[in-house]
């Protein structure tokens, strides 16, 4: 094929193929592994989240069955359980073994390039406003207080669900954890990995009977740009609407 008619999509899945005559060579760099927590030195207040109800509620196949994309919602507020169930089961961690702490969500490598923000603008007991979620900690870090909806929807293209939306998880990924291993192939398992706890998201707001929509059309610098992200080291991946079904 010829190389110049190819777009940089194409180029790049070709240049990020495994072949066994051409595999990456050298070790892994130990001493500079990335952390894959991320922590703010500052925090106007904290929000350790909720215990969790792991038992009952509807059954996966039933939860499966009715999954769907709800873009529209009504102005009913979430309840901060609700919130933190959501994130629990997004980016929680359920596992401590081998040096690891895994999550509810699977990710290349055990490396969790992936942060999870929240423009919050309907959640009960906690301000409107953007929020980093501490996942070491379990806790929800109010970055910036005020309503963020005019902002995100016209970030999101004007998806007016964003503006709606009790509150959307902005997913954004730290580049250098996936690329200490998996060097340019990296952004294939940040994707992947985004997409898992996409879907996650979806059941887990099923299951609680609330609606979710993900999005991935967004102007790229105007997220990064309202959460406060370079773009290039952190960069805005996907994000998720959360709220009441209108
Ligand atoms: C990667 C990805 C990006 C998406 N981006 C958007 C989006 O920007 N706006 C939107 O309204 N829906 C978006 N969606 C939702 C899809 O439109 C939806 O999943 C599809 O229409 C199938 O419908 P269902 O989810 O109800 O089964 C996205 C879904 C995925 C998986």
Same mark, same amino acid.
């Given at each position: 094929?010829?190389?110049?008619?190819?777009?940089?999509?194409?180029?790049?899945?070709? &240049? +990020?193929?495994?072949?066994?005559?051409? !595999?990456?060579?050298?070790?892994?760099?130990?001493?500079?592994?990335?952390?894959?927590?991320?922590?703010?030195?500052?925090?106007? @207040?904290?929000?350790?989240?909720?215990?969790?109800?792991?038992?009952?509620?509807?059954? *996966?196949? &039933? +939860?499966?069955?009715?999954?769907?994309?709800?873009?529209?919602?009504?102005?009913?507020?979430? +309840?901060?359980? &609700?919130?933190?169930?959501?994130?629990?089961?997004?980016?929680?961690?359920?596992?401590?073994?081998?040096?690891? $702490?895994?999550?509810?969500?699977?990710? %290349?490598? %055990?490396?969790?390039?992936? /942060?999870?923000?929240?423009?919050?603008?309907?959640? /009960?007991?906690?301000?409107?406003?953007?929020?980093?979620?501490?996942?070491?900690?379990?806790?929800?870090?109010?970055?910036? /207080?005020?309503?963020?909806?005019?902002? *995100?929807?016209? %970030?999101?293209?004007?998806? &007016?669900?964003? $503006?709606? %939306?009790?509150?959307?998880?902005?997913?954004?990924? !730290?580049?250098?954890?996936?690329?200490? @291993?998996?060097?340019?192939?990296?952004?294939?398992?940040?994707? !992947?990995?985004?997409?898992?706890?996409?879907?996650?998201?979806?059941?887990?707001?099923?299951?609680?009977?609330?609606?979710?929509?993900?999005?991935?059309?967004?102007?790229? $610098?105007?997220?990064?740009?309202?959460?406060?992200?370079?773009?290039?080291?952190?960069?805005?991946?996907? *994000?998720?609407?959360?709220?009441?079904?209108?």
């Amino acid at each position: 094929m010829d190389r110049r008619r190819e777009g940089i999509g194409d180029l790049y899945h070709q &240049e +990020t193929k495994y072949r066994k005559e051409a !595999m990456p060579r050298g070790g892994l760099d130990w001493g500079h592994q990335p952390s894959p927590y991320k922590e703010f030195p500052y925090a106007l @207040k904290h929000f350790p989240i909720r215990p969790l109800d792991q038992k009952g509620g509807k059954s *996966l196949w &039933e +939860t499966i069955a009715q999954r769907r994309s709800i873009r529209e919602f009504s102005n009913q507020s979430i +309840t901060f359980p &609700e919130l933190s169930q959501l994130i629990w089961a997004t980016q929680g961690i359920t596992l401590k073994a081998l040096g690891f $702490e895994f999550r509810a969500s699977p990710s %290349a490598g %055990a490396l969790y390039p992936i /942060e999870t923000y929240l423009a919050v603008n309907r959640v /009960e007991e906690i301000p409107s406003g953007l929020y980093h979620y501490n996942v070491k900690e379990r806790q929800l870090i109010l970055l910036k /207080e005020g309503y963020l909806g005019p902002e *995100l929807c016209q %970030a999101g293209l004007g998806q &007016e669900m964003l $503006e709606e %939306a009790a509150c959307v998880f902005v997913w954004t990924a !730290m580049v250098d954890r996936s690329k200490w @291993k998996y060097r340019e192939r990296g952004y294939r398992y940040i994707y !992947m990995d985004v997409g898992h706890i996409g879907q996650t998201l979806y059941l887990a707001a099923t299951a609680l009977d609330l609606g979710c929509c993900t999005v991935g059309a967004f102007f790229d $610098e105007e997220v990064d740009r309202v959460i406060g992200v370079d773009g290039k080291n952190e960069i805005s991946v996907y *994000l998720g609407a959360i709220g009441h079904a209108r």
